[in-house]
């Protein structure tokens, strides 16, 4: 599992956009200081149960809807920023991807669970990109906020009209 971890926040060398300076942030960032995403696989009360126990599924639906209702840091709704993370495509027209999650780690909600809704941002780029790889990290720079989309590759916590997209380079 390859997970990014960029600088906390900081200004982009003088970089803005629509006039409003750009901070890249890493992850941690989104989730509140008191969350920690390794409560939801208390591992202790599935050891257990058998797979086809149903007090198994019921154990299991109910860690699917904690990740996908996690908290989100409402302090960052409506921030410019810089944030890096792979590509989970939601919409292509053709060989460009207009829509998509941001996730911290190649393939987060490829493979169940996905990460907590706080660790998910829906963007959407009008002008698409062009996505030849899934394995290579991205940057992009947006206007983020706190909206929750959900999805059957998963449930986001944040959203983000992207204005720029670039490969990353650290």
Same mark, same amino acid.
């Given at each position: 599992?390859?997970?990014?971890?960029? *600088?906390?926040? /900081?200004?982009?060398?003088?970089?803005? @956009?629509?006039?409003? #300076? @750009?901070?890249?942030?890493?992850?941690?960032?989104? !989730?509140?200081?008191?969350?920690?995403? !390794?409560? @939801?696989?208390?591992?202790?009360?599935?050891?257990?149960?058998?797979?086809?126990?149903? !007090?198994?599924?019921?154990?299991?639906?109910?860690?699917?809807?904690?990740?996908?209702? #996690?908290?989100?840091?409402?302090?960052?709704?409506?921030?410019?920023?810089?944030?890096?993370?792979?590509?989970?495509?939601? *919409?292509?027209?053709?060989?460009? @991807?207009?829509?998509?999650?941001?996730?911290?780690?190649?393939? /987060?909600?490829?493979?169940?669970?996905?990460?907590?809704?706080?660790?998910?941002?829906?963007?959407?780029?009008?002008?698409? *990109?062009?996505?030849?790889?899934?394995?290579? /990290?991205?940057?992009?720079?947006?206007?983020?906020? *706190?909206?929750?989309?959900?999805?059957? !590759?998963?449930?986001?916590?944040?959203?983000?009209?992207?204005?720029?997209?670039?490969?990353?380079?650290?």
């Amino acid at each position: 599992m390859s997970i990014l971890i960029a *600088v906390c926040i /900081a200004p982009v060398r003088g970089e803005t @956009v629509q006039g409003e #300076a @750009v901070e890249t942030i890493d992850w941690d960032l989104l !989730m509140p200081e008191d969350y920690s995403p !390794m409560a @939801v696989f208390d591992t202790s009360q599935f050891s257990s149960l058998d797979d086809y126990d149903p !007090m198994a599924e019921i154990k299991l639906k109910a860690m699917m809807e904690a990740l996908s209702s #996690a908290p989100v840091v409402k302090e960052m709704d409506g921030r410019m920023i810089r944030i890096p993370g792979f590509v989970v495509p939601l *919409v292509e027209e053709g060989q460009s @991807v207009t829509e998509f999650f941001l996730v911290p780690y190649f393939g /987060a909600c490829i493979h169940v669970p996905p990460p907590p809704s706080n660790q998910i941002i829906h963007v959407t780029f009008e002008p698409g *990109v062009n996505v030849e790889n899934l394995y290579d /990290a991205i940057w992009v720079v947006g206007k983020l906020s *706190v909206e929750t989309t959900i999805h059957q !590759m998963g449930t986001s916590g944040y959203t983000m009209d992207a204005f720029k997209i670039e490969a990353y380079k650290e």
